[in-house]
């Protein structure tokens, strides 16, 4: 079975909940907001794409 690439954890005491990059780079990202809707999270993660592309050197 293939392991996905992405994937969304919670942490032990369920309080808080994460979107997780498990392949090379790997990253974890805290999210305010558990019911953040979907398509507007999508959308600001691609702005914030833009915006780490630009500054890069």
């Given amino acids: 079975m ?3 690439t992405y994937g969304l954890e919670t942490s032990p005491d369920g ?3 994460f979107l997780c990059r498990y392949k090379k780079p790997g ?3 805290r999210l305010d ?4 809707d979907k398509t507007k999270l999508a959308a600001t993660l691609r702005k914030a794409a833009e915006w780490l592309t630009k ?3």
Avoid at 33 to 36: S, Y
């Fill in 15 to 17: 309080q808080e909940l």
């Fill in 27 to 29: 990253w974890r990202l």
């Fill in 55 to 57: 500054r890069q050197g």
């Fill in 2 to 4: 293939k392991t996905s």
């Fill in 33 to 36: 907001d558990a019911a953040t």
